[in-house]
């Protein structure tokens, strides 16, 4: 998700207002902990959690 998240924000740098919104869909790889340290270092990453794949 580093990786991707490097790639947008570079993308994206020369827009003045943007968001990434990322989804954990029930995953199991312990991703939303790396989520949320991403949230708390960028204020335009938002993550959502849910606890199933729908």
Sequence with gaps: ???????????????????????????????FPVLKKMVNEDSRIVAIRFFKNF
Excluded: H, R, T
């Design 1 to 31: 998700m580093e990786i991707l998240y490097s790639e947008l924000s570079q993308v994206l740098e020369p827009i003045a207002n943007w968001e990434i919104i990322i989804v954990d869909d029930g995953s199991d790889d312990d991703s």
